[in-house]
């Protein structure tokens, strides 16, 4: 174990990084952390307003090894300040205290596989390389999903790292008075600094939704070389369907296209209609609404949960399109409810938000239908209208018209 602790750390520069790296700008401004003051302790405080971090935006504008190395220049700069506040106190302080700021938690902004995966990685590293750097995690504004959000997570974190964890209820301002004195907390948090406004941000960033600008081109959670492919047609559309044995199970997905484009969403087949002298139809209700996606700016990924058995229909369409096709590349996978991340429990879930929460559960097709979607790093206002000019030529695919 101290070989591989010491393997990693000279892989990551851990001993030099508050010195010779300097981090992406992207991190710089949108990453919302920062040290304020000590706890009645005398322990450095760190914030960190998980609620304010654009994971897809963190995703799309940086590398997860300058999240890794982000991350690791805050532990070592822990590590700094325990050793500064130990000379300055005459006593020997080891740890941190770290507030965890929940609000704007939700699954429209946070439930990004991604996102998620990358916690769990940095969950383990701090764990095995930092085991005993946090004295307490005061969780505050703790949203109705939170109890759901954690039981993502919750299998990454050890015992001893959970016991350390403390959520404040809805008088948070009151209770965290009883770890912080008012002299050492930001205004907004219930305390008297402002430095140089209630959220003290020369010390702590906000964060916030990251600007297109930042994005880098042609980032997916999969390469191109693991998804498959489809053209389709200018005027027409591309169907493609998966059944769900299990009720619980989550289909997850991610395309992008190239240059231009396209409408998307998910279709549940709800029975047939026979038609007098007509073709026996087939009868769908939308479960993930038909949107233009633009896929060929940042990729799109989303997740459904599927509370009923039956054949699920992904559809790109291109009928607006009255002169270009579009190539898709895109990964669909199933996960079945026995996945611990996939979450069956939340098909019962109540968190009353309604559309800005924008978790919705599957099954019916009716006006209670719920999915989860991720696909749109904001709402699209309306339609565009249709595409002019030309893309390429007609190169077929499996295609309706």
């Not at 990551?12 to 508050?18: F, H, P, R, V, W």
């Not at 405080?45 to 897809?56: A, E, I």
């Not at 297109?212 to 492919?229: A, H, I, V």
């Not at 898709?328 to 991340?341: A, H, Q, R």
Request: charged share 30%.
């Amino acid at each position: 174990r101290l070989r591989k602790h010491v393997e990693a750390r000279k892989e990551l520069g851990a001993d030099t990084i508050l010195t010779d790296w300097k981090p992406p700008e992207v991190l710089v401004k949108y990453f919302p952390t920062g040290f304020f003051g000590e706890d009645r302790d005398g322990h450095p405080v760190y914030y960190d307003n998980l609620g304010n971090l654009d994971f897809k935006g963190v995703h799309r504008s940086c590398t997860r090894h300058d999240v890794t190395k982000l991350k690791v220049m805050h532990a070592e700069l822990s590590l700094a300040k325990a050793r500064e506040f130990s000379e300055k106190k005459g006593r020997k302080i080891e740890t941190i205290t770290s507030v965890l700021d929940l609000e704007n938690l939700s699954f429209q902004r946070h439930y990004y596989w991604p996102g998620i995966n990358l916690f769990n990685e940095l969950a383990d590293m701090f764990q095995y390389h930092y085991p005993e750097l946090i004295n307490h995690v005061l969780i505050i504004k703790a949203p109705r999903i939170f109890p759901a959000a954690f039981n993502i997570v919750k299998r990454f974190i050890d015992e001893n790292t959970k016991s350390k964890l403390v959520v404040l209820g809805a008088n948070w301002k009151e209770e965290l008075l009883q770890y912080i004195s008012p002299d050492q907390l930001p205004q907004a948090y219930g305390g008297t600094r402002c430095e140089p406004d209630p959220m003290c941000t020369n010390f702590i960033t906000v964060g916030g939704d990251i600007p297109p600008e930042y994005y880098m081109t042609n980032l997916t959670e999969t390469s191109k070389e693991d998804m498959e492919s489809v053209v389709v047609s200018r005027g027409s559309s591309y169907e493609r369907e998966f059944t769900v044995e299990l009720p619980g199970t989550v289909i997850r997905w991610e395309f992008i296209t190239n240059d231009h484009d396209i409408n998307f969403g998910w279709h549940q087949k709800s029975g047939t209609k026979r038609r007098r002298f007509l073709p026996t139809m087939t009868e769908m209700s939308e479960v993930v609404p038909m949107k233009r996606r633009n896929s060929h700016i940042i990729p799109e990924s989303g997740s459904l949960l599927c509370s009923t058995a039956g054949i699920y229909v992904m559809k790109f369409d291109n009928s607006y399109s009255w002169t270009r096709s579009k190539e898709v590349f895109y990964s669909v996978k199933l996960l079945p409810p026995d996945t611990e991340l996939s979450m069956p429990q939340m098909a019962t879930e109540e968190d009353g938000t309604g559309e800005e929460e924008e978790f919705y559960e599957c099954g019916d097709g009716g006006p209670e239908d719920r999915t989860v979607h991720n696909g749109d790093l904001r709402p699209h206002e309306g339609d565009p209208g249709p595409d002019e000019g030309d893309l390429r030529p007609d190169e077929g695919g499996q295609s309706t018209t």
